[in-house]
RNA sequence: GGCGCCAUCGUCUAGUGGUUAGGACGCCGGCCUCUCAAGCCGGUAACACGGGUUCGAUCCCCGUUGGCGCUACCA
């Protein structure tokens, strides 16, 4: 009856990271294999360090993955409103229904005060539980400290008995309710606390099942006593095991490599680093290890998440990312890395069909030496520059070897004789050449690779002669040759 | 320190009371070859340790060790 209903709420005061995306794609997957609905909500209640901008990031950041949602900013919803700091008039009330039904109470003890007993309670200074003084405090002395104007917070009061739950990944879970703190649900301001918001917005907006990272389970406990308290039904929970950087330390907002945003620029396909993610941690059981967004929805299920804390491997991830990019349609393949050309001034803001139809040429020639998107520049500058940077180690080690200047020559007179210019009929040529000149084709096409691209390493020659077309080959191969000539007399 | 979670190749993982412990990344070697990729073939490498339970434990139980998380008037 009651559908799926799941949320991911992140506070803009950084970017995404992949161990967010991760939870966030976890979520997502987790509503649409039931047919349920995702809600992003904003906790953006941390005024000081909340910005426009990492909000701005974080939802293009859910475009880019595909996990588009069903409710949240710009496109609203009717459990509204989807930002935290919008929500602020929600939560007095209900601090007044605990401090009435005396699920809460008022705690008149000082920061300071609260240092002195702490500190003096174990000479370790640890494991130091409130100790509930003002737990007991009557309604009239409440009042009276209240008329005093003392400041005050209120606390939640941990109830005797233990809670257990059923989690989606770690099976069951026991809390001795000892083990509990008195927690402060509102500020001395009257602001209320994470904990107690996150338990009303989850129940207000009908969440179902709370899917987080495995840094929340001793919250569990509290939140599960908090709702009980005001009469809601807890969600499931669902904790995920956290997600680790190469050094085996948890992934932080601080490492901008691991900010989904900082992929996206480096060339990384959507596809992949969601592959990838739902791998980190998942598993289907079979040894199916490619799957699309909606191969995932089929698959996914939360029972199969590991519970051990998983490495992020940046290098299987660029691997991922070239499998991902060799799966491409040449025109899909070149649609995607246009924005990478633009960017780097190699193709006009927006190319017309003719060009398109001349960067399919090229990305069909450059074939899987793309490990990522932006890679095209560094592989296709030679053929759309005007000019070739002349790499100067190949130069050094081929062009000015003696017998280049021949070679370049001969080359560019048999070519400017071919009658057509098919990879086909270059090779033939080229292969007569070598022949003539009683050396192995690869004699021959080392220093023309130069001169005409610039560099030792580049895409089969043939098929590059023929794609960069007659009259820049021929002029390439003159102008190399008579630098290879300056080069070598010197 | 307390409480909790976790433990299979370097990494991501599959797996079963009896298996040559499987796959993937990486690495190494080979093939292909005009270079570089890609591809193909092969190799490397793991059940943390100690007790039980059992005819038999990687698998079940307990402990040890180790890793990680939490331990706020942060979220």
């Not at 904990?195 to 001793?218: P, W």
């Not at 001034?345 to 020639?365: F, G, K, N, T, Y």
């Not at 280049?404 to 007569?432: H, K, Y």
Request: aromatic letters at 8%; a negative charge; charged letters at 30%.
């Amino acid at each position: 009856m009651s559908r799926t209903r799941v949320r991911f709420a992140p506070s803009p005061t950084g970017y995404l990271h992949v161990g967010g995306a991760r939870t966030a794609l976890f979520n997502w997957l987790l509503a649409k294999h039931s047919g349920g609905r995702f809600v992003l909500r904003i906790e953006d209640t941390d005024s000081k360090r909340s910005t426009a901008e990492f909000l701005d990031a974080i939802l293009e950041d859910h475009r880019w993955l595909g996990l588009a949602w069903d409710e949240g900013p710009e496109i609203g919803g009717t459990a509204g409103p989807y930002f935290q700091s919008e929500r602020a008039d929600t939560y007095a009330p209900l601090v007044e229904k605990l401090l009435n039904e005396s699920s809460a109470y008022k705690c008149f003890c000082s920061p300071d005060e609260l240092e002195d007993r702490k500190s003096g309670s174990s000479q370790e200074g640890r494991d130091w539980k409130y100790d509930r003084k003002c737990a007991t405090l009557s309604r009239e002395q409440s009042a009276e400290y209240e008329a005093e104007n003392r400041p005050f917070v209120v606390r939640f009061r941990i109830p005797d008995g233990t809670t257990r739950f059923d989690d989606m990944v770690l099976g069951s879970v026991e809390v001795d309710n000892r083990e509990l703190d008195d927690l402060v649900i509102a500020r001395s301001d009257g602001t209320p606390t994470y904990n107690f918001v996150v338990v009303v917005d989850d129940s207000m907006m009908g969440i179902t099942h709370v899917v987080r990272g495995s840094d929340h389970l001793s919250n569990t406990p509290k939140q599960i006593l908090i709702a009980e308290a005001l009469g809601t039904e807890p969600p499931t929970f669902g904790h995920l095991p956290l997600v680790l950087g190469s050094d085996k330390q948890v992934l932080s907002k601080r490492r901008g490599a691991v900010a989904v945003g900082e992929y996206r620029r480096r060339g990384y396909l959507p596809e992949a680093l969601v592959n990838y993610m739902a791998l980190l941690g998942w598993s289907s059981g079979s040894e199916q290890e490619f799957f699309s967004l909606d191969e995932l929805i089929a698959a996914f299920d939360i029972t199969k998440v590991s519970r051990k804390a998983a490495a992020f491997d940046p290098e299987k991830l660029a691997w991922m990312n070239a499998q991902w990019i060799k799966r491409l349609s040449v025109s899909e393949r070149t649609a995607r890395v246009v924005p990478f050309l633009v960017a780097a001034s190699l193709v006009s803001d927006s190319p017309d069909e003719e060009e398109l139809a001349e960067l399919e040429r090229i990305v069909d020639l450059i074939d899987d030496r793309l490990k990522t998107l932006a890679d095209i520049v560094e592989h296709a500058s030679f053929l759309l520059a005007d000019d070739i940077v002349f790499d100067n180690i190949a130069v050094d080690k081929v062009l000015t070897k003696p017998g280049s200047v021949d070679i370049l020559n001969d080359l560019c007179e048999v070519l400017s004789d071919a009658p057509d210019f098919e990879p086909e009929t270059i090779e033939e040529l080229t292969r007569n050449l070598a022949e003539k000149r009683g050396v192995g084709v690869g004699k021959v096409i080392q220093p023309a690779r130069v001169a005409v691209t610039g560099r030792k390493v580049s895409p089969g020659f043939f098929e590059t002669l023929s794609v960069l077309g007659r009259e820049k080959v021929l002029a390439r191969l003159k102008t190399a040759s008579e630098l290879a000539a300056t080069l070598t007399t010197e």
